[in-house]
């Protein structure tokens, strides 16, 4: 089993729509979680971060952390064409070094 | 400030010989990471430095691979005879620790070298 589960879909969705991205982990080190958004062919870039369960909120973005079910969620509100991107949850202990998800592709159309 | 820069973006080499990426991190980070991403996976990572120190090397980062941060600035990463294995995304990134402000312990990335093998 790996430490860290992501559903790759892809997800295809209208314009508008919410988005619920989800991951699973089993490591109970991990502490920190962290939603990055990589367009083709770029690096990924950091959406989100969140260090304890509960919600996070930031524009149209939310990440919700439940520790006690390992399960890490982002909600994309009202979406929109350029969100269109893979989105890859990463966790990690106090060590600094990333444990990613596989990645979730989503397509938003207008 | 730019991001974290790396150079090539893009490289093509024939299987057996040997390449080295470049990377430059934010100018006040302190600890740089390398990750390689393949298709359809989300990045694993290789080795990190704090400064000049390499404080942890992964399983995945074979011999032939090696890693240095002269002077605690910019990062170079070298594979020697390269195998068709080897071909993926190199990423690097960047992260000051400790950190000034919240979220400026986490990794911010650059844009990656593409290494193609043939």
């Known amino acids: 089993q790996k430490e860290v589960e992501q559903d790759p879909g892809p997800l295809s969705v209208p314009e508008g729509a919410i988005v619920s991205l989800n991951c699973t982990y089993s490591?109970?080190?991990?502490?920190?979680f962290m939603w990055y958004r990589q367009y083709s062919r770029k690096g990924p870039e950091l959406l989100m971060y969140?260090?304890?369960?509960g919600n996070k909120e930031d524009g149209r973005f939310t990440a919700q952390v439940d520790k006690s079910s390992k399960y890490i969620s982002l909600f994309i509100r009202d979406s929109q064409p350029s969100d269109s991107a893979t989105y890859l949850c990463?966790?990690?202990?106090?060590?600094?070094?990333?444990?990613f998800g596989k990645g979730t592709l989503l397509t938003v159309n207008p | 400030d730019t991001g974290v820069s790396q150079d090539p973006r893009h490289k093509i080499t024939k299987r057996g010989q040997n390449v080295t990426f470049r990377c430059d991190p934010i100018s006040e980070h302190n600890r740089l990471y390398w990750y390689r991403q393949t298709l359809g996976q989300g990045p694993e990572f290789l080795t990190y430095f704090q400064n000049e120190a390499q404080l942890e090397k992964s399983r995945l980062l074979s011999d032939r691979f090696s890693a240095e941060r002269p002077k605690g600035s910019f990062s170079t990463l070298e594979i020697q005879r390269t195998e068709q294995g080897d071909s993926a995304m190199y990423l690097c990134?960047?992260?000051?620790?400790?950190?000034?402000?919240?979220?400026?312990?986490?990794?911010?990335f650059g844009q990656g070298t593409r290494l193609t093998v043939v």
């Open positions: 490591n109970s080190a991990f502490q920190y």
């Open positions: 990463a966790m990690r202990g106090s060590n600094y070094k990333l444990t």
């Open positions: 969140t260090y304890s369960s």
């Open positions: 990134a960047s992260s000051l620790f400790p950190g000034k402000r919240l979220g400026d312990t986490e990794a911010f």
